[in-house]
């Protein structure tokens, strides 16, 4: 039986946190620390796929640690936007997957559908709060813990779909021997 | 007993912080960020609110010498002030700062620069309180 080498119950949540505020990198740094992520902090959109491109490395394997399971971007940047950024995001095949979440001192619900309708997970008011995060978490937990169940049970149905007694030939490993 | 009295005082200055409109929940869910291994997370990040913000001001007060003033270029300037108060809870500096962006959005240059002495009071009348309120806080 293979294991799956996604357990989130077992790893933290690795978000890369996006804004161009010394200020609030540290407060969002610190609001995802304290709910038990593990934090990556760039001060720029450029800077964010930088760091996510290192995950197109052929050797990826290797680096399972760097793997980002949300990113969380300010939206009024200089240069890259955070709603620029989202878009190279959802629009790339390796990272497409990846939830964004875009943090915005402004509640301006054009802004808001724009957001969303580009692919955002949500969309957060700042200043950004530790129920804001607890939320996000449970929702991406959540998210997760059905990817794994839809995954083990696809792995379920394939195992029924062999011989009875499969579970009792020798695993795949041994026969090529 | 010492400990009670400092506590008491400790409370006395931020319950008047609330009262008076210079901070608010912001600062509380700062607080609330603050455990054993990080017991001085508020004061860092208002030390770095206050080094960050001087820079600004200095950016702010260059761009107020050049007329015509570039009213673009200032409302940038107290958006970013504007969030970085918001974010630690100063509720006084962010109300100037939304004064100074009406101004600019007027392209009121007098009612910018009035805008902005007030926002410089606010900024360093906060200064010192939180200060205060630091000093009596490690003293706990």
Not at chain 1, 32 to 59: C, I, P
Not at chain 2, 73 to 101: N, P, R, W
């Amino acid at each position: 039986m293979e294991t799956i080498n996604v357990c989130t119950n077992a790893r933290e949540l690795h978000v890369l946190a996006v804004d161009d505020s010394n200020i609030d990198r540290k407060v969002i740094e610190r609001l995802l620390k304290v709910s038990s992520f593990k934090v990556t902090v760039v001060d720029s959109g450029s800077r964010a796929l930088q760091y996510l491109g290192l995950e197109d490395d052929k050797n990826s394997a290797q680096f399972d640690d760097l793997k980002v399971n949300l990113i969380m971007t300010d939206y009024s940047m200089p240069g890259m936007t955070g709603f620029e950024l989202l878009k190279k995001i959802k629009n790339s095949s390796a990272l497409k997957e990846i939830p964004v979440v875009i943090m915005s001192s402004e509640n301006i619900l054009t802004r808001i559908d724009r957001c969303l309708e580009e692919g955002a997970e949500d969309y957060l008011l700042k200043p950004v709060k530790l129920s804001d995060v607890r939320r996000l978490k449970d929702s991406i937990l959540k998210t997760e813990g059905d990817e794994i169940r839809q995954i083990q049970s696809h792995k379920r149905k394939r195992n029924d779909n062999l011989s009875p007694a499969s579970h009792l030939k020798p695993t795949p490993k041994l026969a090529r021997l | 007993m010492e400990q009670s009295h400092i506590k008491k005082q400790i409370n006395f200055i931020k319950n008047s912080l609330f009262e008076q409109g210079y901070l608010d929940e912001q600062f509380i869910q700062l607080e609330d960020l603050q455990d054993d291994a990080n017991p001085n997370f508020v004061e860092e990040i208002v030390t770095s609110f206050y080094s960050d913000s001087t820079r600004l001001i200095r950016n702010v007060e260059n761009a107020l010498e050049n007329y015509p003033l570039d009213f673009c270029k200032l409302d940038d300037y107290m958006h970013q002030f504007k969030g970085s108060s918001s974010s630690i809870g100063a509720k006084k500096v962010k109300v100037e700062c939304t004064h100074f962006q009406e101004c600019c959005k007027a392209r009121n240059s007098q009612g910018c620069i009035r805008a902005f002495q007030q926002m410089k009071q606010e900024h360093a009348t906060l200064k010192r309180k939180l200060e205060a309120y630091f000093q009596i806080s490690r003293n706990e």
